[in-house]
Nanobody, 124 residues
């Protein structure tokens, strides 16, 4: 089994910064893609940014120049550094891991895994 645990959410003022972390645990050999999604009240969940094990990054336009995604493959952890936060960044931020190879079987787990989410609130 795989578990994803997010940390680092909280309250920030507009223009401030927060750093999110998501650690994967369980019988994991490798993880292809780790990413961050967010869901604001009344809105659909949307991609914030994702990163492959090789370092290729995909990021939403609304975070470019403000948020930076990174990962530590050895620690099976992905980070999201959020700078110049805006009130519209207020949302629950979820971690997602895809293409997870089991350390027991060497096979891929069937479905992506999601964390439970961490709330980010940005005040104006």
């Amino acid at each position: 089994q795989v578990q994803l645990v997010e940390s680092g959410g909280g309250l920030a003022q507009a223009g401030g910064s927060l750093r999110l972390a998501c650690a994967a645990s369980g019988s994991i050999a490798t993880i292809n893609i780790m990413g961050w999604y967010r869901q604001a009240p009344g809105k659909q969940r949307e991609l914030v940014a994702s990163i492959t094990s090789g370092g290729s990054i995909k990021a939403a336009d609304f975070v470019k120049g403000r948020f930076t995604i990174s990962r530590d493959n050895a620690k099976k952890t992905v980070y999201l550094q959020m700078n110049n936060l805006k009130p519209e960044d207020t949302a629950v931020y979820y971690c997602k891991a895809e293409g997870i190879v089991s350390s027991l079987s060497g096979s891929y787990y069937g479905l992506p895994n999601w964390g439970k989410g961490t709330l980010v609130t940005v005040s104006s």
